[in-house]
């Protein structure tokens, strides 16, 4: 399991920060990843730069919608 740093830019030009869980697929050799706590930030690619760019996509696209919910649990 390895992390990418996500930068993505918010509404009203704000830069925020994410982390996303990254794992490589044994099956298809693909790199998957996924943003903890934010639904609907997930994504692949077939080189870990690839992933990135998708991921930064997904999370602006989201952060655009305007409709983001964090979900997080505490133990």
Do not use: C, W
């Amino acid at each position: 399991m390895n992390f990418l740093r996500i930068e993505a830019l918010s509404v009203g030009i704000k830069m925020r920060t994410f982390t996303a869980i990254v794992e490589q697929d044994s099956a298809t050799n693909l790199y998957v990843g996924y943003v903890p706590g934010f639904p609907g930030a997930h994504s692949q690619g077939e080189t870990l730069d690839e992933l990135h760019e998708n991921l930064q996509e997904v999370i602006e696209m989201l952060l655009e919608d305007g409709l983001v919910r964090f979900e997080t649990t505490l133990s």
